[in-house]
């Protein structure tokens, strides 16, 4: 048996870049050696108000935009979370083995709550037990995440070790994979903060679905930094950085040569190229996205599919847990 992977994304708007280079490409090179679980996380999702009829949609968007990113349906298990009610199951047993604390200590709960101050519900607060949940139900072996998620990966760990030691051995405890290059793609207006498909801000995010058009405007008008030389520097110039780090994940040129390559020439050249390298990523991935996006029913069939392979599989694991937390069987 190959070990299990599993990862998901929120259908609440397009993709982005940082989904592409923090996930999916790195899931579809890891599907041939790894079990590949891979799940639109609609319950994720509507931590944030969400408006039903697009909540719906995007769910397919992101589908389609798996399968044009290389996921392959018929090797991995593509499928909406919503479609295994065990999660949700499993998630109550786990709630009550979490503290209050552990919760609150979680970056992304304050983030989130300052971000959407209006609507500061129990669902965003315990959002990572039910992380938690996705990955154990599976056994998953290794979860690919951005460095944005690390904190709930180890509280998914801590949550399996408590279960096992209080109950006897029942889950994998999850490693991390994160890659070394691209774990995190920054804005392109703000370069400090993350790229992120909810920023209200259209020019900070280079969506998957962009035109070649809006792909080399967005990057004429990114963010630099004040000088003009093309060099990597984190700490200093997080504009260029940024940049010099998607040009490399694009065209997959060193660090030392994309500086070597741009000595001397300033910003507008070398903002001219990383357009061009992404126009050229981008391009044949969005043609192939809105192709798959147009047959809705074949969409469907693979999510009926993955839903049914993922049932069989969790129904298994809460099977097990149920019977180990003293529920009567039925
Ligand atoms: N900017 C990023 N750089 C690297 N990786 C990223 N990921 C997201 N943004 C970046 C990774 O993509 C996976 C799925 O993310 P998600 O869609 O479930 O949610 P998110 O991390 O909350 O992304 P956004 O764009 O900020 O969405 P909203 O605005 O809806 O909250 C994760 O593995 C994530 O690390």
């Not at 039903?52 to 935009?65: E, F, I, Q, S």
């Not at 786990?94 to 500061?120: I, P, Y």
């Not at 690919?144 to 904190?151: I, L, R, T």
Request: proline share 4%; aromatic share 8%; with cysteine.
């Amino acid at each position: 048996m190959k070990p299990t992977i599993l990862s998901g994304m929120q259908p609440t708007n397009d993709l982005t870049l940082g989904q592409y280079f923090g996930a999916l490409r790195n899931w579809t090179e890891l599907q041939r050696e790894y079990n590949g679980l891979f799940c639109v996380v609609d319950l994720h999702a509507i931590t944030v108000r969400q408006e039903p009829a697009k909540l719906r949609r995007r769910t397919l968007d992101v589908v389609a935009m798996y399968l044009a990113g290389g996921i392959d349906a018929s090797v991995s298990t593509l499928f909406v979370q919503s479609h295994v009610p065990e999660h949700c199951q499993l998630q109550w047993i786990l709630s009550c083995l979490t503290s209050f604390g552990e919760c609150s200590r979680m970056t992304q709960f304050k983030d989130k709550s300052s971000q959407h101050a209006d609507n500061v519900n129990v669902g965003l607060f315990t959002y990572p037990i039910l992380m938690a949940a996705d990955i154990l139900i599976y056994n998953a072996d290794l979860v690919p995440v951005g460095e944005d998620q690390k904190q709930h990966l180890e509280l998914t760990r801590n949550l399996a070790e408590r279960f096992n030691h209080i109950y006897s051995d029942t889950f994998t405890v999850p490693e991390p994979f994160i890659p070394k290059v691209g774990a995190k793609i920054m804005s392109l207006q703000e370069p400090e903060k993350k790229m992120s498909k909810s920023d209200p801000n259209e020019r900070a995010t280079l969506f998957l679905t962009d035109t070649d058009d809006q792909i080399r405007s967005k990057l004429r008008r990114a963010v630099t930094d004040s000088g003009s030389e093309v060099i990597y520097d984190q700490e200093h110039r997080p504009g260029v950085s940024n940049l010099i780090t998607l040009y490399h994940l694009a065209t997959n040129k060193s660090v030392a040569d994309i500086e070597k390559e741009f000595d001397g020439r300033g910003y507008a050249p070398f903002k001219e190229a990383v357009g061009e390298a992404l126009v050229d990523l981008i391009s044949p991935l969005r043609q192939k996205y809105l192709e798959i996006r147009s047959d809705e029913e074949s969409l469907n069939k693979v999510i009926k599919m993955g839903a049914e392979h993922a049932r069989e599989r969790a129904r298994r694991t809460l099977r097990k847990v149920y019977k180990k937390t003293g529920f009567v069987e039925l």
